[in-house]
């Protein structure tokens, strides 16, 4: 394994003093990885990202919460967050494939990392994440459960299929940090 007992961090994508911490150049190259890897037809099924300007410009929102993840001084994959309501939202990822093969121990840092963010008052900001997954997503679904999701079942017609052009159904995963 290339990236063993290696510190995995979240790099946070975000604007301080007028000034993004990760340049628009390198943000679409995290696109492009998805395109080199094969997964951009399944990470962004939906079809609200099908290049790398629409993908920046939805990582820029005001309602997203991009991260990229880190092992050492390599990134290996990226995160975000976004349709936040009171202290839950709804959890993305896409691992590149170097990392294939240690995606679930990486999966389990990044959740438990996210889901253990405080505010400055020392309290939680996330109790719950949530997700959908299409149904013919087999491997995504295995992993999420490996990374620690629990399943609260498969919803008919809940997530859209550019490509099919039609609703699919989806299978519902949800992150917690357990007791309080």
């Known amino acids: 394994m290339i990236f063993e007992n290696m510190k995995i961090t979240l790099l946070p994508y975000t604007e301080i003093d007028g000034i993004r911490t990760i340049p628009d150049s390198d943000m679409k190259k995290f696109y492009d990885r998805t395109v080199k890897d094969g997964t951009d037809k399944t990470v962004f099924y939906e079809g609200t990202i099908s290049n790398r300007d629409e993908f920046l410009s939805v990582m820029k929102s005001p309602g997203v919460l991009f991260y990229v993840v880190m092992i050492g001084t390599e990134p290996v994959g990226f995160t975000w967050l976004n349709r936040f309501e009171n202290h839950t939202a709804r959890n993305h990822f896409c691992g590149f494939s170097e990392v294939w093969g240690q995606a679930v121990g990486i999966g389990k840092e990044v959740i438990s990392t ?67």
């Open 114 to 180: 996210l889901i253990h963010m405080k505010d400055n008052d020392g309290k939680f900001i996330f109790d719950l994440f949530t997700g959908f997954i299409p149904g013919w997503n087999q491997y995504a679904i295995k992993f999420c459960l490996q990374c620690g999701a629990k399943s609260a079942g498969i919803i008919p017609n809940a997530i859209w299929n550019k490509e099919k052009q039609k609703s699919e159904d989806a299978f519902f995963i949800y992150y917690t940090r357990g007791e309080k």
